[in-house]
């Protein structure tokens, strides 16, 4: 039997359903340097890799940056609350109590911690990696380096959870062991192309794995 030494979630797609903060807030940035914005539904999947890299190819390299900050304008004061947790993540988290528990996301870290504390679960992680608002750590790989590092966990015995590609390469380019979710924003096609050793259905089959052992 298996037991991991960290379990290492990634927030958007996997603990939260962050589709209309992320989107309009897109929409909102592209409206707001003239270009058309596509529907919301046309956009998912600009959830879940870096920001920036979304938007270069949204609106191109020299707009891009500006195209960050509007976005951010309209999140950090609306977009971070049009949120809402997938069905039992609270019980998830709870059931998990035992195991040091990680957050790692490409968001900046300081929008990532205040919707842990608006969704009242923060007090269940030892702490949360993010991405800096320069832009620095966005990349999936660099990310769980820096988290492992300071975690002070070992790879071959720490999990890493996501619902996108980046969560899963990020992981095996780190050593860790990669577990997708598929009730979030990647398909099942792309968590194994990426090379996840394990794709649930739900929060409650991702539990119950952990709890068991692989």
């Known amino acids: 039997m298996f037991e991991a030494e960290a379990v290492y979630f990634d927030l958007d797609g996997t603990l939260t359903d962050p589709k209309p903060g992320i989107t309009r807030s897109i929409r909102y940035a592209m409206e707001r340097i003239g270009r058309e914005a596509p529907h919301e539904d046309i956009l998912t999947w600009c959830i879940g890799p870096p920001l920036r890299a979304s938007f270069v190819t949204l609106v191109g390299e020299a707009d891009a940056d500006q195209a960050v900050k509007l976005y951010r304008e309209r999140f950090a004061e609306t977009g971070l609350y049009e949120n809402a947790l997938y069905p039992n993540i609270p019980e998830l988290l709870a059931s998990l109590s035992g195991s040091p528990l990680y957050l790692a996301t490409s968001k900046p870290q300081i929008f990532a911690e205040r ?100």
Do not use: C
């Open 115 to 214: 919707i842990l504390e608006h969704f009242e679960i923060g007090h269940h992680f030892k702490a949360v990696f993010g991405s800096e608002l320069d832009g620095q750590r966005a990349d999936k790989t660099e990310l769980l380096a820096h988290a492992l590092s300071n975690a002070g966990t070992s790879p071959s015995r720490s999990i890493m959870i996501g619902d996108r590609e980046h969560d899963i390469r990020g992981a095996r380019a780190n050593d860790m062991m990669a577990w997708g979710v598929s009730y979030g924003y990647g398909s099942e096609t792309e968590l194994r192309k990426a090379g996840a050793t394990r794709i649930f259905g739900s929060p409650g089959e991702v539990g119950a794995a952990l709890r068991q052992g692989l």
